[in-house]
């Protein structure tokens, strides 16, 4: 995970399948004037915290990580930005968050 100097609102970005936090390392410095940018890497994807002992990975698993690592960050409202997987996640952390 890679965490920027706070400027603003949380940003949470997530890579697609296969990825790691670096594939935004382009856009990094356009967005981290404007907000605290936390581009993470998923977990059981290289350089990520790994699965939990006895979960299966899936979608659901990995929204379950996101959201633990949200909580030790202390994000509790965050923008969220995914990329194929990380879109998919995304949208289930909201509905996991908001509701349906």
Same mark, same amino acid.
């Given at each position: 995970?890679?965490?920027?100097?706070?400027? &603003?609102?949380?940003?949470?970005?997530?890579?697609?399948?296969?990825?790691?936090?670096?594939?935004?390392?382009?856009?990094?410095?356009?967005?981290?004037?404007?907000?605290?940018?936390?581009?993470?890497?998923?977990? &059981?994807?290289?350089?990520?915290?790994?699965?939990?002992?006895?979960?299966?990975?899936?979608?659901?698993?990995?929204?379950?990580?996101?959201?633990?690592?949200?909580?030790?960050?202390?994000?509790?409202?965050?923008?969220?930005?995914?990329?194929?997987? &990380?879109?998919?996640?995304?949208?289930?952390?909201?509905?996991?968050?908001? &509701?349906?």
């Amino acid at each position: 995970m890679v965490s920027s100097i706070t400027s &603003g609102s949380p940003l949470v970005l997530l890579h697609g399948l296969g990825g790691t936090w670096r594939v935004w390392t382009p856009i990094l410095p356009l967005l981290e004037d404007h907000h605290t940018v936390h581009a993470l890497t998923l977990p &059981g994807h290289a350089g990520g915290p790994p699965l939990p002992d006895g979960v299966t990975p899936s979608v659901a698993a990995l929204v379950d990580g996101v959201a633990a690592e949200l909580d030790r960050l202390g994000i509790d409202r965050a923008h969220l930005v995914g990329n194929s997987l &990380g879109g998919w996640i995304s949208l289930e952390l909201a509905r996991a968050v908001c &509701g349906p």
